[in-house]
């Protein structure tokens, strides 16, 4: 595929790359759809899978953002990743005079989304918050890429390139300090883990990735999951392009919904909201039902449904919700979040991460009985969660097991 080659070459190979790309000629709708678009899907779904899914612990205290807020932190952290690419080509095309350069807005475009790339792939970090650190270093030779393509691509002097690449960058992080704050209003913002150690290496015979964490947390990452995702991506983005040449903005928008999908594994619609609220119980033991939600939408051809109820007696209180993205095991299969285990105890508290059969569970509880969760990730990829408070991980393992999964398992979707 020549988006993986490209990947390839411009992240081994960049002294030799840049004088291709060059002489390669195009526009910026083809290369944001052919390029941009896909690779910075990347950080985008895999720091939604952090947030929500894996969670992150700050000062002993763990946090998983709601579903329904990560997809919408997503998306806008997509978007704006797009809108940060073309302000830094605009930055870049500018300072070319003063650098000796030749101004050239095609060319800087180039430069600024291909020399991304090491970024836009080590947003895969992202899996783990506490391995988000590594994103940053990917960050950091992202820019010696555009140091090594900024006189290639802009005719300037070999011996200003570096100058030049310091005062695109600074111009950037400025940039990139007011976008962040627009990001804010519709987001929130959290802190990341310290790291630890690392250890990578490709199961025997499989070709996957393994991230080993100090923590215990093992992430497995399928590449021929992810290339297959980039080849649905690219296709989707030829069909983009030749809408907008046509002018056909329905088209157009059908097919970005469509480059969302494929990262997503949304090629069908969730389960109805209506459908989830069944399977949520009148009461729970001496627990009975005190309210419930049923929700449903979509974006960007990111769909979700949400059901969930709230139970009660005495001093306990549970919440219990199911949710379902529209195909969340598409996102499994190009994270290995699906293939994710972890293990690890401190004195007050417990978390593990376990297969169990075809199903992923997610335990997380406090020792003494105050708190916990329990959450299982179905193998079509709906979430079923129990979050407690004076009730111990035992009844909250009961509760699950008390809604029939294989029946939610069972649920069909209707194609789009």
Sequence with gaps: MALIERVKSILVKPKETWPVIAAEGGDAASLYTGYVMI????????????????????????????????????????????AMVFVLALIVNALAPTFGGTKNQLQALKLVAYGCTAAFVGGIFSLIPMLGILGLIAGLYSIYLIYTGIAVMMRCPADK??????????????????????????????????????????????????????????????????????????????RMESAQKSGDSAAAGKAMGEIMGAVTGGNATPIAAADLKTMLPESIGDMKRTGYEASGGQAMGIAGSSAKATYAAGEQRLELSITDTGGLAGLAAMAGWANMTMDKETDGKVEKVYKDGARTVHEEYQKDGSRGEVTVILANGVIVEADGSKIDVATLKKVIAGIDLGRIEAMKRAAK
Aim: hydrophobic fraction near 55%; include cysteine; aromatic fraction near 4%.
């Design 39 to 82: 690779l910075a899907a990347i950080p985008a779904v895999a720091g939604f899978i952090g947030l929500t899914l894996v969670g992150v612990n700050v000062l002993g205290a763990s946090y998983r953002m709601p579903i329904l807020g990560g997809v919408v932190q997503m998306i806008v952290s997509y978007l704006l990743t797009l």
């Design 161 to 238: 390139a570096g100058a030049y690449t310091a005062v695109v960058i600074v111009c950037g992080i400025i940039a990139g300090v007011v976008i962040a704050a627009v990001a804010s209003l519709f987001t929130p913002t959290m802190g990341v883990g310290g790291l630890g150690g690392l250890a990578t290496g490709g199961a025997a015979g499989t070709g996957n990735v393994t991230i080993k964490a100090p923590d215990g947390t093992n992430v497995t990452i399928n590449p021929g999951a992810m290339a297959e995702m980039a080849k649905r991506m690219e296709e989707a983005g030829k």
